[in-house]
Each structure stands twice: as C-alpha cells, then as structure tokens.
C-alpha cells in the first residue's frame, strides 16, 4: 500500500513541526497559527546555530525524526530537556521542568557565557535593580562565571522547543492526518476492485 497523501501530509506535518520550533526557541518573532504553548523568552538562545540546526523527516516506514545538525547538536538535549542541578531545580513551573531524559548540569565554560552577554548586549543591574553602566571587563568575566556556576549548581530550564512544537503541530493538523488514511485506503480499495473486475 503507497499511502502516498499521509506520506505528503506528513511531510508538511514535519515541515510545520520544525518551523514551530523554531519559534518556540525565541530566536524568530513567534507569529503562528499554532497558539497552543507558551511565548518563550527571546533571549534564550542568542547565536541562531540551534535554529537553523533543526531538522525533520519521513522515514521510509513513516515514522518521523527530530534532530539537530551542526554545532548545537552537542547541548540541543540540554536545552530540550533541562538539566537537573547538583543543588537543586531550575524552576518549581512545571511546565520548564527538565523531563526525565534530563542529565545532570554541569558547568559550562564561562567564556561562553561572556561570549553570550556580549553578544545579546546585556543591562546591568544594582542590589536595588537600577540600571548601572556597563561594569569593566573583569567585573563582566566574574559575573559569567557565577552565571555558569549557578547552572552548574540549580540546572537549566527544559525549553522543549521540538515536544511542543510537535504537540502544538498535532492539535492543529491531526484530523487531517487521520483522514489522509482514510483517503489511501480508499484509493487502494478502489484499485483492487478495478482488478478484481478486470479479472
């Protein structure tokens, strides 16, 4: 049996599903037709390598697959799924948990995390939550260390981006998978019984 509009319907399911993600990873405006999850914050994600890594498929059997390619393939589950950290939870919000194929933290490189403040141009705060100028570079390389320290010791937020992507996605192109189905097996019922005639 081809299954030849699910196999079309899925592809456009899988297209959906990546480009929502994309959204829910904050580096794009989310504007979509798929109001299901939350906004997340778009300063989660500063560089775009994750974005743009995204990727979705059909598999010959039409299972789909979810992955990432390039550079952010190497933290895209820490970001997916959260990390649990060595002193505690990121968050008592169940909906950024990390998920149960969450790792344990650890501490990222600091120069990483400098490297993300500058790039995102961060605003510094007092104790009393005045903006102040921007504080000297060491001051800055301290302030990414306790930063990366602070993931090490309470975790990361799960962003889910791809399981809310897809879930979003399902609610909203469902149905019309499900009656793709029925169309292939009519087409094949349809084609066996011209053969049967025909014999």
Known sequence: MEFNNLKELLQEFATEVVLEAQRNIG???????FKVSKTIS????ASGKLKNGLRGKVNKDLTLSFYVVGAAKK??????HGQIGTKGMPTDDPYY???KNATTAKMPPSKMIFK??????IKFRDKDGKFISKPSKSKREGIAYAIAKAIEERGRVGLHYFEY?????LKVMGPDILTSVGKDIEVELL???RLVKKA
């Open 27 to 33: 580096a794009t405006q989310k504007v979509s037709k």
């Open 42 to 45: 778009k300063n989660f994600v």
């Open 75 to 80: 933290y895209a589950m820490a970001i997916e």
């Open 97 to 99: 948990m990390p998920s």
């Open 116 to 121: 993300w403040m500058e790039r995102k141009n």
């Open 165 to 169: 992507a897809y879930l979003d996605t």
């Open 191 to 193: 084609n066996t019984f």
